[in-house]
C-alpha cells in the first residue's frame, strides 16, 4: 500500500491503463470517452512483435489520439503510473474476457479512484459495486449480476461514469475512501499471504482427516 498515494479530490479525465491488445478494452474505452464527452489519458505497452497487437493498435486505437481529447502517454513506469491513476475521475476497465483477477483495478483503488469495469473474471470480486466503482455487465447475453446501473455494454459503462462525475464533493469523495479501504482490507501483501497460509491449513487438515 505505501507504493500507492492516495488522492482524495481525483481529477476531471478517465484513464485507461493495460497492454493494447483486444481483450484489454482499449477500443472500447474510447468509445466510452466520446460518448460522455471526457478525455482520456492511455497508458500501456505495444507488443510491436505480435502482428494481431500491432494492427490492433494502428487500426483502432493510433487515428484516435488528440491532444486534449485521447491521449497516449506511453508505457507508465510506477511513479507516472500511481500520479495518472491518483488524479483521474475513475478508471475504466471494459475487458473483453474473464480475467482472473485484475491487478490494475486494484491499483486504481488503491489511490482512492473509483473503477467502471465489465462484471467479467474475478471483476465482482475486486470490485464493489456502487461503492468502488460500478459493475457492468458487458451485453445482455452476458448477465454476471443484477447490478445497480441495468444498461449493459458501452451504454452501461457510459452511465457509470455519469454517475460518477454528477456525485456531489461530498459523496465523491466517501467513495474514494471507501476504495482505499477496501483495498487495504482485502488485497495487501499481508492479507494475501495471510489467506495463503490459511488455505493450506485447510488443505492439510482435510488431507489429516481423510488418512486417520
Known amino acids: 500500500m505505501s507504493r500507492f498515494t492516495f488522492n482524495l479530490t481525483g481529477g476531471n479525465y478517465l484513464v485507461w491503463l493495460g497492454r493494447f491488445t ?3 478494452g482499449a477500443k472500447e474505452a474510447i468509445e466510452i470517452a466520446k460518448a460522455v464527452k471526457m478525455p482520456l489519458l492511455m497508458a500501456g505497452k505495444i507488443d510491436w512483435a505480435v502482428e494481431r497487437d500491432k494492427q490492433y493498435f494502428k487500426e483502432f486505437i493510433e487515428p484516435h489520439f488528440k491532444k486534449g481529447e485521447i491521449e497516449y502517454l506511453g508505457e507508465a513506469n510506477h511513479a507516472q503510473k500511481n500520479k495518472l491513476m491518483g488524479s483521474a475521475l475513475c478508471l475504466l476497465n471494459p475487458i473483453s474476457w474473464d480475467e482472473p483477477f485484475g491487478l490494475v ?7 482512492g479512484t473509483p473503477v467502471v469495469v465489465f462484471a467479467r473474471g474475478a ?10 466503482g460500478f459493475l457492468i455487465n458487458s451485453s445482455k447475453k452476458n448477465i454476471k449480476g443484477d447490478w445497480l446501473i441495468k ?3 458501452i451504454e452501461g459503462i457510459s452511465e457509470a461514469v455519469e454517475r460518477i462525475r454528477m456525485m456531489p464533493k461530498n459523496r465523491y469523495q466517501k467513495m474514494r475512501r471507501a476504495c482505499r479501504e477496501h483495498v487495504e482490507k482485502n488485497f495487501t501483501i499481508e492479507k494475501m499471504a495471510d489467506s495463503y497460509e490459511k488455505l493450506y491449513q485447510e488443505v492439510l487438515e482435510k488431507q489429516r482427516k481423510e488418512t486417520v
Open 22 to 24: 483486444p481483450v484489454k
Open 151 to 153: 444498461k449493459t455494454g
Open 123 to 132: 471483476a465482482p470480486e475486486v470490485i464493489k459495486d456502487g461503492e468502488t
Open 105 to 111: 483495478s486494484a491499483e486504481a483503488n488503491a489511490c
